[in-house]
């Protein structure tokens, strides 16, 4: 069973940084799709970034030019870099594995396709 657990949430200041990390365990993050995906308290989950095998990301609106992902297949690690951070980015932030491919394309911002998921890390943004 493919496992992912998330790492690097906390408490920062409106304006701050934060680097989420989602290391995956007992399978290869190569040949998949992966994503960041949000739940904010009483909101429904949201995505916020996905990477095809490709390398090419597709952002939500709301992070666009301020989260960044990236991935390091050598270390089956998934990144989320948050910079410029609101208050309105407060949420448990969640990592999302799709099946392997030959090859996938992550052209939306979608959990459809993601079957494995992480148990989140917090990320609380104070103003």
């Known amino acids: 069973q493919v496992q992912l657990v998330e790492s690097g949430g906390g408490s920062v200041q409106a304006g701050g940084s934060l680097r989420l990390s989602c290391v995956v365990f007992?399978?290869?993050?190569?040949?998949?799709?992966m994503g960041w995906f949000r739940q904010a308290p009483g909101k429904e989950r949201e995505g916020v970034a996905v990477?095809?095998?490709?390398?090419?990301?597709t952002y939500a609106d709301p992070v666009k030019d301020r989260f960044t992902i990236s991935k390091d297949n050598g270390k089956n690690t998934l990144f989320l870099q948050s910079n410029t951070l609101k208050p309105e980015d407060t949420a448990m932030y969640y990592c999302?594995?799709?099946?392997?491919?030959?090859?996938?394309?992550?052209?939306?911002?979608?959990?459809?396709?993601?079957?494995?998921w992480g148990k989140g890390t917090l990320v609380t943004i104070s103003s």
């Open positions: 990477i095809g095998t490709d390398g090419v990301a």
């Open positions: 999302a594995a799709s099946d392997s491919y030959a090859s996938c394309r992550a052209t939306t911002v979608s959990a459809s396709g993601m079957r494995y």
């Open positions: 007992l399978s290869a993050i190569r040949g998949r799709c």
